[in-house]
């Protein structure tokens, strides 16, 4: 009974076969034509103690005269007051029930009078000039993204791997995972109604700017998110994890039928790596500790020393859990949660 090894071999192998198989791959760094009128939508809900800093970042990141800002809001606090309080020009479009954030996107979107248009979470800050991001904006590529760093450091282990994942599918085509804190897209290529009501609006918008034979970018500017602690992080982790789990199905069979072969291949690796390869971990571990006790142990073993090891611990803490919340999310999906 080696199908429990077999089935952990495979676990580990297949994303590091991956990572290694791309991780060079960078796309060609272009040049900014200048600045350009963009919409920046933000949807609020309740973000009366980050909104100044989210604002004042936006200014810092990118020419006022040439950003129309648009605060899509259903906040019962301060939100807007604070917002005002800055004294410079922003769209509030009021909505009169929380909806979720996808309804508030969505207004945003139909509210924006430029072509360019970026969705920011309130509670990301951009590192980098928003221009690092927007100039690839042109000729076959329709959306781009940022890449993410955390106040924590077993997210930032978990997201330095997918950096550089994301940063490379880009390179070789597309990737079909895109990030709430930058997403930006040309708003001639995709309207507001054909993004479908569910979470993962960023990666939707992402998937369906490649299936329109445009491609949908991560490029290297970077935004920081804060990640909840304790039992938060896991309920936050799992809800990210339904909303991907939902986006990967949902788009599949579209996926499926589309011609583009470089699309089709990276989307089936992340369909894999989110909601097949999780599974092998589990059951490579239950089936070894049944036929093979004491490889078990001693994989026990190799899992402890990793953790103790400062270079392997954090992607440990970061890699392990995170495959239990994906499955997680599963059963909430089949659930219909
Ligand atoms: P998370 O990063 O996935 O945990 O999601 P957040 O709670 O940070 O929400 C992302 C962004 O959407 C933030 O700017 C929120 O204020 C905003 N948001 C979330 N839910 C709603 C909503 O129902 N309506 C509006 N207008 N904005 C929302
Ligand atoms: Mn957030």
């Not at 192998?13 to 960078?26: G, H, M, N, T, V």
């Not at 917002?83 to 508030?104: D, T, W």
């Amino acid at each position: 009974m080696l199908l429990g090894l077999e089935l952990l071999t495979l676990h580990f192998s297949e994303p590091l076969a991956y990572f290694f198989a791309i991780k060079d791959k960078r796309i060609a760094e272009v040049e900014a034509e200048g600045y350009k009128p963009v919409s920046i939508i933000i949807p609020t809900y309740n973000e009366g103690d980050k909104i100044r800093d989210k604002l004042l970042n936006v200014m810092k990141s990118y020419p006022l005269e040439y950003a129309e800002i648009i605060l899509v809001d259903s906040s019962t606090d301060n939100t807007t007051e604070v917002a005002k309080s800055l004294g410079i020009p922003i769209k509030i479009v009021k909505e009169k029930e929380r909806r979720g954030k996808i309804f508030a996107v969505k207004e945003g979107i139909r509210n924006a009078s430029n072509d360019i248009v970026v969705i920011t979470d309130a509670d990301a800050l951009w590192d980098d000039p928003l221009i690092d991001a927007i100039k690839y904006l042109k000729g076959e590529i329709g959306a781009v993204s940022c890449i993410k760093r955390s106040n924590r450091g077993t997210e930032n282990a978990y997201r330095n791997f997918y950096n550089v994942i994301r940063l490379s599918e880009s390179a070789v085509y597309s990737t079909p995972i895109f990030h709430g804190e930058l997403t930006a897209f040309r708003k001639s290529l995709l309207s507001a109604d054909e993004i479908p009501n569910a979470g993962a609006d960023d990666s939707s918008i992402a998937t369906l700017i490649a299936l329109k034979g445009y491609r949908a970018i991560c490029t290297k500017v970077r935004a920081f998110e804060y990640s909840p602690k304790g039992l938060d992080y896991f309920s936050w982790k799992t809800r990210r994890g339904l909303h991907l789990v939902r986006h990967f199905i949902r788009f599949l069979p579209k996926v499926m039928r589309s011609k583009n072969r470089k699309y089709k291949a990276i989307f089936l690796e992340e369909f894999y790596l989110h909601l097949i390869n999780p599974w092998f971990l589990v059951l490579g571990v239950v089936l070894t500790a049944i036929y093979l006790p004491k490889l078990f142990l001693f994989l026990l073993l190799v899992l402890l020393i990793a953790l103790v090891i400062p270079q392997t611990r954090e992607l440990v803490k970061a890699w392990v859990p995170n495959q239990f919340f994906l499955i997680m999310a599963q059963f909430k999906a089949l659930r219909g949660e």
